[in-house]
């Protein structure tokens, strides 16, 4: 069955149709002798009930169903021939039926004027239309519900309600949860997954475990580490990536929306209000210009992403809007909403008037991404934010002499908008000065183009349409997303933090909860902890929190886990049930690589180079440049690697790796693959190099003997003390390397730096170091 418009639409065409009752003699003669006998005989074969395959899901044999219309729109609107579909049809304007031959010019005219005078028609009987079995709601569509804690036999397991969840699912397997992890392992994770850096001593100097999470969470570094998830969503970069023409314009401005997103997670800012900012700041009250300047970065989302070249590209427009309603739909709805550009989704209760709907809201929307290097063939200049309150910002001097030495290809368009040099600007949106609905794109091509589709929100999840016909829809939008009773935002967001925490979402497609999607492992604890989250204000550090004191978290890891199954009564089951534990009944703690951020920022950690002070500014800003044009514009730093200079097509080459995401798309989760380039970067990259000798370096300044020195270098980079075998082994190791290096080397002093950097290059490369249990 195909689509129907909503109601309302629905009624206001129907409004100007003519009734069979109304009609006059002369038009229903006008029907019968000039439409029905060309719709019989050109149409109905692909456009009736009788159709052994329905076209585009559009029925023409009664006067409601021409109305309501099929996946492209409706086929009649009344008195409006030109935005009439079947008009378009026949006169072969972007639609082209009937398809084999183009009907005379004589029955062509009798259509447009059929249309003018209403669209009389006195067909009443209604298709006889074969309904289906009405499908099961998607589940990720049903309300929220707020699940009790099951009941549990061992009830001394449970710290709290999630870990009842968690053990319910246990037990029903006949199976019992691993053994608490440790103090040191537990501490280590801990700082690891909230703010990406190894613990800073031994013991946990702090009265209580949750005193010492809440340092952790009270920490300056843990926004660099959650602001990075969230940038990997946003797909966070500063430039604009290759267009389709192998250009690459810089977004010297991008990196203030870096920094909100960090101020934001370190401020506990509340979700739904976050999610607000970045759709809608820039039309929200603000009580200050400090306020005001943050919410217009805010809004930075939605002028982030890739564009492809403007050049030759009909659908350019609607391309960056497509982009918009990806991030707003796979971030944060976990929908592909996308697929709906060209046709009905496949799989999920999207239309394609849907789609068109949320577009008709970025259609009224000014996107505000720059200058785009001056490069018109990439895209239109456009204006920025100007801040009110930032102070004002000169271009850094350490790219100045890459950029002085390669000039341009040709002389750069003239600037459309002139700021001062100095001027604090912001990427971002505002509403256009047209606002206007959108038409629907038949099968997505701009100049294919449908009825217009009232600006509005995803039926599916009960949104209607925009109240406020004077402005875009954002903050109607903005509102929509976060509010209570839309069923996916929370469980999106909490499902986030999960899968962060744990290696493995409670959905393991975190970006498609749809048909196509996985069910969620624990249902009633997905929307337990969705409920609970909005409940005390969608606060993320909250959240966190609760998760990483429970009992299921602070489980040991799947190697301690094998040891304490040999006496138990599963000892001889096969070892895929053990990956069943891990993936899905979380009895046991996964054991994950870290990213490839923490990976850097823990060797610097290691060599004491570590700079914890946040970043300012980034080397390109204000810096409108062709980065295909520049040779590597990355410099040495000491600083975390959340401030690293991010440039689609050329990301830092400490990074690149470890599987650090291109920033084309939404990413929630990162691959973890293994590839013998990361052995070979470990061998053989310059930072690695470079931190290696750094370390041996900071050893050697202390006068204690090889031993000693072993035995501190353990701690710096493994965050615990070497075993005696260790211990043996390093001595070893010295002795051998400094002997093969004798015959090449008789400066003693150097031999001895070389002999221990390459000790500390084989702890910087260990798997220890980069994995946390």
């Given amino acids: 069955m195909h689509v129907r418009l909503p109601a309302l639409i629905i009624s206001t065409f129907a409004a100007a149709h003519v009734a069979a009752a109304d009609m006059t003699p002369d038009q229903r003669a006008f029907f019968e002798q000039n439409i029905r006998p060309v719709l019989v005989k050109q149409c109905y074969e692909c456009h009736s009930q009788t159709s052994k395959k329905l076209g585009g899901k559009l029925l023409l044999d009664a006067p409601s169903e021409m109305i309501a219309g099929g996946e492209s729109g409706p086929a009649v609107i009344p008195g409006k021939p030109d935005e009439s579909l079947i008009v378009q049809a026949v006169r072969y304007d972007g639609l082209e039926m009937p398809p084999k031959k183009r009907l005379p010019d004589n029955i062509v005219n009798d259509f447009v004027e059929w249309v003018k005078m209403g669209a009389p028609d006195p067909r009443t009987e209604p298709p006889k239309i074969v309904k289906k079995a009405p499908q099961e709601p998607l589940w990720s569509l049903k309300p929220i519900s707020g699940p009790t804690p099951p009941k549990v036999q061992n009830t001394a397991w449970p710290r709290q309600s999630l870990d009842a969840f968690i053990l319910a699912k246990i037990e029903q397997n006949s199976l019992q949860p691993a053994p608490d992890a440790e103090k040191a392992i537990l501490k280590r994770r801990l700082s690891f997954d909230l703010i990406g850096l190894p613990p800073s001593s031994f013991d946990i100097p702090h009265s209580s475990l949750e005193a010492y999470v809440d340092s952790l969470l009270n920490s300056p570094h843990f926004g660099e580490k959650w602001g990075r998830h969230w940038l990997d969503v946003a797909r966070y970069a500063e430039s604009n990536g290759n267009d389709g023409l192998s250009r690459n314009p810089s977004f010297p401005h991008a990196w203030r929306y870096r920094d909100y997103v960090i101020r934001a997670f370190n401020e506990d800012l509340p979700y739904d209000r976050f999610i607000a900012e970045q759709i809608a700041g820039d039309l929200l009250p603000a009580d200050s210009a400090e306020q005001r300047d943050r919410q217009l970065i805010a809004t930075g989302l939605l002028a982030l992403g890739a564009k492809p070249a403007k050049a030759m590209n009909e659908n350019f427009e609607m391309d960056v809007i497509a982009d918009q309603i990806n991030v707003i739909g796979s971030g944060i709805l976990g929908l592909s909403v996308g697929c709906a550009r060209c046709h009905d989704h496949k799989t999920d209760p999207i239309p394609t008037r849907d789609y068109y709907a949320l577009a008709g809201i970025f259609k009224s929307t000014e996107t ?17 934010h100007e801040l009110q309150a930032a102070a004002k910002v000169m271009p850094r001097a350490e790219v100045e002499p890459i950029i002085a030495a390669n000039k341009p290809r040709k002389t750069p368009a003239k600037a459309s908008f002139s700021y001062a040099a100095d001027a604090p600007l912001a990427m971002g949106v505002r509403d256009a000065k047209k606002i206007e609905d959108c038409k629907l794109n038949i099968d997505g091509e701009s100049k294919k183009l449908g009825a217009a ?38 469980r999106v967001v909490v499902n986030r933090v999960w899968l962060q925490l744990f290696g493995e979402g409670l959905v393991t497609t975190p970006n498609d909860f749809g048909l196509s999607g996985e069910r969620p492992t624990h249902p009633e604890l997905l929307d ?72 850097r920022d823990t060797m610097l950690f290691a060599t004491g180079d570590l700079n914890r002070q946040p970043a300012s500014g980034s080397l390109i800003q204000h ?92 701690r710096h980079a493994l965050g615990r003390d070497a075993t005696a075998a260790e211990l043996q082994r390093g001595l070893d190791f010295l002795r051998e390397a400094d002997s093969m290096l004798v015959s090449t080397q008789t400066d003693h002093p150097r031999r001895e730096l070389d002999t221990w950097a390459a000790f500390c290059q084989a702890l910087l490369a260990s798997n220890e170091l980069r994995y946390v249990d």
């Avoid at 505000?368 to 920025?384: D, F, H, I, K, S």
């Avoid at 209607?464 to 069923?487: C, F, H, I, M, Y």
Wanted: overall charge positive; hydrophobic content about 40%.
């Fill in 368 to 384: 505000m991404w720059g200058a785009a290097a001056r490069e018109g063939l990439t895209a239109p200049q456009t204006p920025l």
């Fill in 453 to 490: 589709i009232p600006r509005g929100f995803l039926s599916a999840c009960g949104g209607g349409t925009v109240a406020d016909l004077k402005q875009s829809g954002r903050l109607e939008l903005a509102k929509w997303l976060a509010s209570p009773q839309n069923p996916l935002t929370a």
């Fill in 528 to 599: 337990h902890l969705a409920t609970r989250f909005m409940r005390e204000g969608w606060s993320i550090k909250k959240l966190i929190r609760s998760i990483v004191l429970s009992r299921t978290y602070q489980q040991s890891s799947l190697e301690q886990r094998a040891k304490g199954i040999e006496s138990q009564t599963v000892a001889s089951r096969e070892a895929s049930e053990l990956s069943a534990l891990r993936s899905s009944l979380f009895a046991i703690h996964l054991r994950r690589r870290l990213d490839a951020e923490t990976i």
């Fill in 623 to 714: 810096r409108d440049v062709l980065i295909n044009e520049l040779p590597s514009l990355h410099q040495p730093s000491s600083q975390r690697s959340v401030y690293l200079l991010m440039l689609r097509n050329s990301m830092p080459p400490e990074l690149t790796p470890f599987n650090l995401p291109d920033a084309i798309t939404v990413v929630a989760q990162r691959d973890n693959s293994a590839l013998a380039t990361q052995s070979l970067y470990l061998l053989n990259n310059v930072f690695v190099i470079e931190q290696s000798r750094r370390f041996a370096k900071r050893l050697l300044q202390s006068p204690a003997d090889s031993e000693k020195r072993i035995a501190q270098a353990y």
